[in-house]
């Protein structure tokens, strides 16, 4: 896995890569693996930068940390998911519903009549064939994702299109010198990351950033919450809200030497913010974007979630059929997210390092599916040993939820202090403004 990465990479990778501990999270892939190879590839790109030869990853922090990094002290999070979403069984098989967004969940509901109770639902769901209300939701502008075996959906024309693309879609345009001190403690420090990603893995991305010691200010509609994932993905950055239909965005990507977004193929054209306006607006930009479905088939433009693409490529397939269960099971955590999550840090520091080297910009995008093309086995026997006390640090960070203490950093290289003064806040806790 570690390879594939590293050869989707601008440039090769001079670092060398030193794996410590052993153990395996349960599953019918190598998600461990998965986790010890995007953490080390972003690691190696950290250490590139540096000039430092040498990163070690320990496999179950790494493990730990595509799961939940925070650990709050007298207070939780909401649960993450939605009453109604989940898997339901159709006529045919097995469909998913993702609800967490009140748009999505309107959608869902309206494509099946019934109000919202998991009961309604799955009476409702059971009469349909799943291809019909898969595209039935999809055309409502709700996320659905029919299970599907992995040879059907490298057979179907979305599958076939995402296999086809590179791990790492990179273009390059522009030029604008960047200025850093690489001082190895906060080696991003100066650097400028506009965040306008949500769940999950652009968040991942932009706080390893932000523990790096960027600038990364996150910009999110009025509208919107997730107030699962918030207090983990929000250490170190800061937040402010901007409703990007009627409110201008042009004056902080002016000022920003890093973008990174989430939005589906197209949606910033519509605002005018396409690739050259972007770049016409902050030349040699280092610009990292997300897609579910790929860039190029017929999928592209489709939302999609971790859940729904494990759905789709037929991860949840596999797994009900390793362990011999009658339903989906998916991944033991989100691993396309936060898989994904580490590749595109890892992109944003291959350009950042080619924008100092050259001046050049860079443009790198990224899947959740194509992530999934690099999941493959053995199984793993779930060997990883359960939570010890020194995997989480000693120093209490004051959240806007309150006290909570965060696992050790997964990486380790030399002189670099994975650390930041900014606990995690709500969303909109600051200004839009650098």
């Not at 693309?165 to 522009?174: A, F, H, N, Q, Y």
């Not at 690489?182 to 080696?187: K, V």
């Not at 898989?339 to 860079?362: D, K, S």
């Amino acid at each position: 896995m570690l390879d594939q990465i590293l050869a989707a990479g601008l440039h090769p990778a001079s670092a060398s890569l030193t794996v410590d501990g052993h153990g395996d999270l349960p599953s019918a892939f190598a998600v461990t693996e998965l986790a010890v190879a995007t953490v080390g590839a972003a690691g190696l790109a950290v250490a590139d930068l540096l000039g430092i030869a040498d990163v070690h990853v320990d496999r179950r922090l790494a493990s730990m940390w595509f799961g939940m990094s925070i650990r709050p002290d007298g207070w939780a999070p909401p649960p993450p998911w939605d009453p109604v979403a989940g898997d339901y069984r159709t006529a045919d098989g097995w469909i998913r519903l993702h609800t967490n967004a009140p748009v999505h969940r309107d959608a869902a509901l309206r494509v099946l009549g019934v109000a919202g109770t998991r009961e309604a639902v799955a009476d409702a769901v059971a009469g349909w064939a799943g291809d019909a209300l898969e595209d039935a939701v999809v055309a409502a502008g709700g996320c659905a994702a029919v299970m599907r075996t992995a040879a059907d959906w490298a057979a179907g024309p979305a599958g076939s299109s995402v296999l086809g693309e590179p791990l790492i879609d990179w273009t390059t345009s522009g030029a604008a010198p960047l200025d850093l001190a690489l001082a190895p403690a906060r080696p991003l420090a100066g650097l400028r990351v506009l965040d306008l990603t949500r769940v999950l893995a652009g968040p991942v991305a932009t706080r390893f950033l932000a523990l790096l010691g960027a600038d990364v200010l996150r910009i999110d509609p009025p509208w919107w919450d997730e107030p699962g994932v918030i207090p983990e993905v929000m250490l170190g950055k800061r937040t402010a809200r901007l409703d990007l239909t009627t409110e201008p965005l042009a004056e902080l990507l002016t000022g920003a030497d890093v973008l990174v977004h989430g939005y589906r193929p197209g949606a910033l054209d519509g605002l005018g913010l396409g690739a050259d306006a972007r770049w016409q607006l902050s030349p040699g930009l280092v610009d990292v974007s997300l897609d579910a479905y790929g860039w190029t088939g017929p999928w592209r433009g489709r939302r999609g979630f971790d859940s729904l693409v494990q759905m789709s490529t037929g991860i949840a397939d596999a797994g009900m059929r390793h362990y011999g269960h009658d339903s989906p099971t998916p991944l033991p955590v989100q691993a396309l997210d936060h898989g994904t999550g580490y590749l595109l840090a890892f992109a944003a520091l291959q350009g950042v390092a080619r924008r100092l080297a050259t001046g050049e910009g860079a443009s790198a995008r990224l899947s959740l599916a194509r992530t999934a093309a690099l999941l493959t086995g053995p199984p793993a026997d779930g060997s990883l040993e359960p939570e010890r006390p020194q995997d989480v640090a000693p120093a209490v960070e004051h959240t806007s939820w309150g006290p909570a203490r965060r696992l050790v950093a997964p990486v380790a290289i030399d002189g670099v202090r994975w650390e930041t003064d900014r606990p995690a806040r709500s969303l909109g806790s600051d200004r839009a403004a650098w």
